[in-house]
């Protein structure tokens, strides 16, 4: 009896698709993208094998924005052929991404759910911190947030957080304010003092000391709070208004709260009854704080002049800075080039009561 012919083995299939997707990653790497093109279309295309391909085209220093932009076409017409998956759209959008086109990788993932696949939490999460930091338009970021909560992924607090930065970065101090006041607390997200100190800052910034006070309202009704720094906002939005008196006895309500006002507080007391004319009123807060024992160092000094210079008002305000420097309110001496740093144009007619020689310029 004879011996039979032995059968060759076939090849593992796993394995030989093992080495295409590696010689796709080879060829595209090395910037042989026609020849990864035709060897994708001649070769059983997997979603394995499309993954490999655009993986090796994304990481490429060659690769085109261009072509990246054009990805969800690409995407849409290789569905029958190679099916994209989840880990299709990671390495699309963190290209996009890097290549700062946000938007075009948000877009990119709204062809998900059409195609069955359930956007990722973390994928979206980095989407949406990109679109907020990489200058795409304030409202791509909130429209993409909405999106998020139709696919059923609720937006975290560091989510909500970059959203409203970016929203105040292009002056829509309402839309954050929306954001912090009402869309947080629909996804179950408590706003925190981080997310008040911004608004109340924008709206200062922009003239709007009603929205100051509806925000410091509304961040109280919420059980929050105040720090130094958000005192301080609000102690200087009263003064812009001109309601000095209302921020003379925040002062008071800063200590009953738990949170003493310390210089800085005192200073933009200051500061704010010197630009409405009242020296005198400025001098009797500064006296009030070195009753309590508060000496203005360098940083608190500085702010105290910043505004003063802002607004011209140092020499206005000679009275006032002399009771400081001279009388011992300081926590440091101050010699004459730090008197000229921080007072700047103005030490000339300042400093003569000071008895310090004015730095030239």
């Given at each position: 009896?004879?011996?039979?012919?032995?059968?060759?083995?076939?090849?593992?299939?796993?394995?030989?698709?093992?080495?295409?997707?590696?010689?796709?990653?080879?060829?595209?790497?090395?910037?042989?993208?026609?020849?990864?093109?035709?060897?994708?279309?001649?070769?059983?295309?997997?979603?394995?094998?499309?993954?490999?391909?655009?993986?090796?085209?994304?990481?490429?220093?060659?690769?085109?924005?261009?072509?990246?932009?054009?990805?969800?076409?690409?995407?849409?017409?290789?569905?029958?052929?190679?099916?994209?998956?989840?880990?299709?759209?990671?390495?699309?959008?963190?290209?996009?991404?890097?290549?700062?086109?946000?938007?075009?990788?948000?877009?990119?993932?709204?062809?998900?759910?059409?195609?069955?696949?359930?956007?990722?939490?973390?994928?979206?999460?980095?989407?949406?911190?990109?679109?907020?930091?990489?200058?795409?338009?304030?409202?791509?970021?909130?429209?993409?947030?909405?999106?998020?909560?139709?696919?059923?992924?609720?937006?975290?607090?560091?989510?909500?957080?970059?959203?409203?930065?970016?929203?105040?970065?292009?002056?829509?101090?309402?839309?954050?304010?929306?954001?912090?006041?009402?869309?947080?607390?629909?996804?179950?997200?408590?706003?925190?003092?981080?997310?008040?100190?911004?608004?109340?800052?924008?709206?200062?910034?922009?003239?709007?000391?009603?929205?100051?006070?509806?925000?410091?309202?509304?961040?109280?009704?919420?059980?929050?709070?105040?720090?130094?720094?958000?005192?301080?906002?609000?102690?200087?939005?009263?003064?812009?208004?001109?309601?000095?008196?209302?921020?003379?006895?925040?002062?008071?309500?800063?200590?009953?709260a738990g949170c003493p006002p310390d210089a800085r507080a005192f200073g933009v007391v200051a500061a704010g009854c010197v630009a409405a004319g009242d020296v005198e009123a400025a001098r009797e807060v500064a006296r009030d704080a070195v009753g309590r024992g508060l000496r203005w160092d360098a940083p608190a000094l500085s702010e105290l002049?910043?505004?003063?210079?802002?607004?011209?008002?140092?020499?206005?305000?000679?009275?006032?800075?002399?009771?400081?420097?001279?009388?011992?309110?300081?926590?440091?001496?101050?010699?004459?080039?730090?008197?000229?740093?921080?007072?700047?144009?103005?030490?000339?007619?300042?400093?003569?009561?000071?008895?310090?020689?004015?730095?030239?310029?």
């Amino acid at each position: 009896m004879g011996v039979g012919r032995r059968s060759e083995p076939r090849p593992d299939a796993t394995g030989q698709h093992h080495h295409q997707h590696r010689l796709l990653s080879t060829l595209a790497r090395h910037g042989r993208f026609a020849a990864a093109a035709t060897l994708f279309c001649t070769v059983h295309r997997t979603t394995g094998a499309l993954n490999a391909l655009l993986a090796a085209l994304c990481c490429s220093s060659r690769s085109s924005p261009t072509l990246l932009r054009a990805a969800p076409a690409v995407l849409l017409r290789a569905a029958p052929h190679a099916a994209p998956d989840a880990a299709t759209f990671r390495i699309l959008t963190a290209a996009l991404c890097r290549a700062g086109q946000p938007s075009a990788a948000a877009d990119l993932i709204r062809c998900m759910p059409p195609l069955l696949l359930d956007p990722d939490p973390c994928h979206c999460r980095a989407v949406l911190a990109s679109l907020c930091r990489r200058g795409a338009p304030a409202r791509d970021a909130l429209d993409f947030l909405d999106d998020m909560r139709r696919w059923g992924v609720p937006p975290a607090r560091p989510d909500h957080h970059a959203v409203v930065g970016a929203l105040l970065r292009e002056g829509m101090a309402a839309e954050a304010y929306e954001v912090v006041a009402r869309r947080m607390a629909a996804d179950g997200v408590a706003p925190g003092l981080p997310e008040f100190e911004q608004l109340l800052r924008a709206f200062r910034e922009r003239g709007r000391l009603d929205a100051v006070e509806e925000a410091f309202d509304e961040m109280l009704l919420r059980g929050l709070v105040p720090c130094a720094r958000v005192y301080g906002v609000y102690l200087g939005a009263l003064c812009d208004g001109g309601d000095l008196a209302a921020a003379r006895r925040m002062l008071g309500c800063m200590e009953r709260a738990g949170c003493p006002p310390d210089a800085r507080a005192f200073g933009v007391v200051a500061a704010g009854c010197v630009a409405a004319g009242d020296v005198e009123a400025a001098r009797e807060v500064a006296r009030d704080a070195v009753g309590r024992g508060l000496r203005w160092d360098a940083p608190a000094l500085s702010e105290l002049v910043a505004p003063l210079r802002a607004g011209g008002h140092v020499a206005r305000a000679r009275p006032l800075l002399l009771d400081i420097l001279r009388d011992g309110c300081c926590a440091a001496p101050v010699d004459a080039a730090v008197f000229e740093q921080l007072v700047g144009g103005a030490s000339c007619a300042v400093g003569e009561g000071l008895g310090v020689e004015a730095v030239p310029r």
